[in-house]
């Protein structure tokens, strides 16, 4: 794998978009001024590819394991399951669009919502980047770059008449860049080809990024309007994009927003209170997020794209897993043990949260109050609780994991039992657009044993 270190400066370009969202159909264009910011970086990032959501480790890991064709083994298990998918046939078609949607179609010239055509089509060249990385056969490589290929020569626009557009660039934004990651190296994949996928990335995918991330939604709205997973899904976005690209000042940009931005995506934003103990004391702290008392649905999102968004820095050498004291762990222990079944969380600290309160800025009057946790899709599954176990036992802290530990189990493929962390559309929580907004495969990818 192809091996660069880039060196990192304390005073970085930063790029500023050029004004507020005062078109439905705005593309997110640009100012490249550079601007000075007196913010301290990480003194350097090694790009060693692939180095966002999966490393060469892992693929070892699973070479090992197929090698091996342990029946008994999870990860064997889920070797089979990936190969038996839909999304990881050499014989699958993509289907771009040339302007895709998310949201209100009214005025885009396209009849309705089209982006689950994205979904499908990232999720699928993710899994054949894995199957060819794992297995060594050719086929599968070649029918995931012809995805990437036919997206990036027909694809000009992400629209919508309303802001859930944004959803979109981030969730998908952030597979199409890690699918790209993973081929990045194959020989298969021409220069030509690859230097007009990078561009596509840039031209369609993170000028939307870069344009919610900096102006929060647009006018009218506050800072902390937008819920913490849509920020999430347009940092991993972001990264994936600057760390396939190997563009330094992208990944100091979710660094800075990450560690103190404004907007719902900042740690001490999305985990707005301080870590509690837990009254059970099964574990050492558990702190709510910002989503906690709107709906489990979108708390436990919440927890697996900072997740997956750790998980690209952590292979990239940034440490968001152990930022503030291993702060998002408060997160996702809290998260998990109200929500891994049975249910038996007999008490949950919530401490009230008012969202958009009058004299935030917001218009609308939408304002709500939380009071208590949500049990509005209590139990929602998603595919991250293997990958967040993994990291903390193998750093000495599983006994600060006790939660995720048991939602990881519940997940996990265990003799040849079909479960949840399988990712798109293979999953115990849906075959709908929720089942794409991660990556999952985490028994796969990410255990190692009890």
């Known amino acids: 794998m192809k091996r660069t270190l880039i060196t990192i400066f304390a005073a970085v370009p930063a790029l500023l978009c050029a004004g507020a969202c005062t078109d ?13 910011e007196e913010f301290e970086y990480p003194a350097d990032y090694e790009f060693n590819h692939p180095c966002a959501y999966i490393c060469s480790d892992d693929i070892d890991r699973v070479k090992a394991a197929v090698a091996e064709a342990d029946g008994t083994d999870p990860v064997y298990v889920s070797w089979l399951q990936l190969c038996s998918n839909q999304y990881a046939q050499a014989s699958y078609t993509p289907n771009p669009q040339e302007i895709l949607v998310r949201g209100d179609a009214t005025g885009t010239g396209v009849s309705g919502e089209n982006y689950i055509n994205a979904c499908r089509d990232a999720a699928a060249a993710i899994q054949l980047g894995i199957r060819y990385l794992v297995s060594g056969e050719t ?8 995805i990437l290929n036919s997206w990036a020569d027909v694809c000009t626009t992400i629209t919508a008449n309303d802001n859930n557009q944004y959803l979109l660039a981030g969730f998908q934004g952030y597979q199409f860049a890690n699918a790209a990651e993973l081929l990045r190296d194959y020989e298969g994949w021409s220069e030509t080809d690859q230097n007009d996928f990078r561009n596509w990335l840039l ?17 009218g709205v506050c800072d902390l309007h937008y819920w913490s997973n849509w920020e999430l899904a347009n940092m991993a976005s972001i990264l994936a994009i600057g760390i396939y690209t190997e563009n330094v000042e992208m990944v100091n940009f979710v660094y800075m927003n990450f560690r103190e931005g404004e907007g719902s995506g900042a740690l001490d934003n999305m985990i707005p209170y301080e870590p509690v103990s837990d009254p059970e004391g099964n574990t050492p702290l558990i702190a709510q997020c910002m989503e906690s008392g709107r709906d489990q649905g979108h708390a436990t999102l919440v927890s697996s794209m900072c997740a997956e968004l750790c998980q690209m820095a952590w292979n990239l050498g940034i440490d968001f897993y152990g930022m503030e004291d291993n702060k998002v762990l408060s997160m996702f222990e809290y998260t998990a043990k109200y929500n ?74 265990t003799d040849g039992t079909l479960t949840g962390d399988g990712g798109a559309g293979v999953s115990r929580y849906g075959s709908n657009s929720s089942a794409f907004d991660q990556i999952g495969w985490g028994t796969l990818l990410f255990y190692q044993g009890e």
Request: proline letters at 4%.
């Open 139 to 146: 086929q599968y490589a070649d029918a995931a770059v012809n």
């Open 24 to 36: 439905f159909l705005y593309q997110g264009e640009v100012d490249l001024t550079p601007v000075e």
């Open 340 to 413: 891994v079944t049975p249910f038996t969380a007999s008490i949950m600290p919530f401490t009230q949260y008012e969202y958009c309160p009058d004299g935030c800025g917001c218009s609308g009057g939408h304002g709500a109050t939380h009071t208590e946790v949500s049990a509005d899709g209590r139990g929602t599954e998603r595919p991250c609780w293997e990958m967040i176990y993994a990291h903390y036992s193998q750093r000495n802290l599983a006994s600060s994991a006790y939660y995720t530990k048991l939602f990881a189990e519940q997940l996990r493929y």
């Open 203 to 219: 031209n369609v995918w993170y000028e939307k990024n870069r344009w919610f991330m900096e102006n929060h939604g647009g006018d």
